[in-house]
């Protein structure tokens, strides 16, 4: 007899191969918080609607400035902002997409794809006037800032501009190769680097001292073409072909494959020292709570409207996440609820063969561990003998069924196996169920 643990609380996280068993853990998940509590899963909190019907565009970039509002920017339908709870619609003048966003000097200042506009962070209560304040010298579809040393630098497809606290402008400060295009400026210590692709979108990363007229050092990347990227502790995170890199100021390594990622440079952020991005209308999540458990990536957050929304942008301040998502009809703001749980999501186990795949097993009792469940809550228990089958329905555990505090559930299955996956379905309209181990007790046969 084989007392094996299928699900043992959260502390191994999602697997990386399907047919490989390692002891507690699972390979997939859907909107199940993973995180908060190693030894137990749970539902993760939900996004609601935060915008009311005044956001009538898609939001394709945030802003958070000094005054503590919040400015979200599409096209020449207005410019949004967040007062304290309620978001207003301000008029402009700029056409064509707003590009990108950010506060110097008490200025707000925008770009399309050949202006740089800016207004005076003043009275939000009236119309906001953009006044054009420079051209560009090339037309861009990149155009976002950094600021470093009380100075901003805008990339201009292959030059960098420059403006200076003076009010001096320098629209080719620096120029790179003219079959370049700037794709990400970030800061390293106080030089700058570019990330830069060439006309066959293979990358160079570029370190610039902001002294010189010319780079300091150029490291080809060759192949890597960047779809998103995003720094955190000095280290920059970039998602490319599916895989998840990263890079200190040495080299570039692969921390995670097999992922799937937009190219929407403005949809992925840090939240609590954690990546989100976005992929069809999920919000993915990559990193962890605490220093003695791995790194993880899970399925978290669902966009309120749980379809095929296209996510524009996410941005994370002040503790609070909001993502901004479109479906060609519609144009909302989600927050992320301090108090509203997901109703009912899921985690699937890693495919369970205990020692060798080849000999036939069956099960003699089913044991699950789990906190006393609320009226109207549920769990389910799901499982499949062929990977390729559709989950049959092992047990419904509810308040009315008299389950008690870390309740062993015991039951055997309905059919031999060689292989073995179980699905776990929290559903949640009281208080979120906490869900902590799954084990089976088995024996091969003879």
Not at 151 to 158: F, S
Not at 219 to 238: C, F, G, R, S
Not at 355 to 373: G, H, P, Q
Not at 374 to 387: A, H, N, S
Request: glycine residues 0%; hydrophobic residues 40%.
């Amino acid at each position: 007899m084989d007392y094996a643990a299928i699900f043992k609380g959260a502390s191994w996280w999602k697997s990386d191969s399907l047919f490989t068993w390692i002891s507690d853990s699972f390979q997939e998940s859907s909107n199940i918080e993973i995180r908060e509590d190693s030894q137990s899963i749970t539902l993760t909190k939900k996004l609601v609607k935060d915008s009311s019907n005044t956001i009538t565009e898609p939001i394709n970039c945030y802003i958070k400035a000094s005054t503590w509002d919040i400015f979200a920017y599409w096209n020449v339908w207005g410019v949004y902002h967040k007062t304290w709870w309620i978001w207003y619609k301000n008029s402009t003048t700029i056409s064509w997409a707003i590009l990108s966003a950010i506060e110097f000097n008490w200025y707000m200042y925008l770009t399309n794809s050949t202006t740089l506009f800016r207004v005076a962070l003043v009275n939000f209560w009236h119309a906001m006037t953009f006044i054009t304040y420079q051209t560009f010298t090339s037309s861009s579809i990149y155009h976002p800032f950094i600021i470093l040393e009380n100075t901003l630098y805008i990339w201009d497809k292959y030059y960098v501009a420059y403006l200076d606290n003076l009010w001096d402008w320098l629209p080719t400060f620096l120029e790179i190769n003219n079959e370049t295009t700037i794709t990400h400026l970030k800061i390293q210590w106080n030089n700058i680097k570019i990330y830069a692709k060439d006309i066959y979108d293979n990358t160079n990363l570029i370190y610039w001292d902001t002294i010189n007229t010319a780079p300091i050092q150029t490291v080809p990347l060759n192949w890597l073409e960047m779809q998103q990227l995003i720094e955190k502790d000095w280290y920059d995170y970039i998602i490319s072909h599916n895989i998840l890199w990263i890079r200190d100021w040495q080299k570039l390594q692969t921390l995670k494959d097999n992922i799937e990622s937009s190219s929407n440079i403005n949809s992925i952020t840090i939240k609590d020292d954690r990546i989100l991005y976005w992929w069809t209308w999920v919000i993915w999540e990559w990193g962890r709570l605490n220093k003695n458990y791995p790194d993880v990536l899970s399925n978290s957050y669902t966009t309120s409207n749980a379809i095929t929304d296209v996510v524009n942008a996410i941005f994370y301040t002040w503790s609070e996440l909001y993502v901004s998502w479109s479906n060609w009809i519609t144009h909302w703001v989600d927050k992320l609820s301090s108090t509203v749980y997901n109703t009912t999501w899921y985690i699937i186990t890693r495919v369970h063969y205990w020692l060798t795949k080849s000999i036939r097993k069956f099960s003699e009792n089913v044991l699950s561990a789990f906190d006393k469940i609320l009226w109207t809550d549920e769990i389910k228990l799901y499982y499949r003998t062929q990977i390729t089958w559709s989950y049959i329905l092992h047990e419904t555990l509810t308040a009315s069924s008299d389950k008690v505090n870390d309740y062993s559930n015991m039951l055997q299955l309905a059919s031999e196996f060689n292989f073995i996956e179980f699905k776990i379905e929290l559903s949640w309209w009281t208080t979120t169920p906490k869900f902590y181990e799954l084990y089976l007790v088995m024996d091969n046969l003879q």
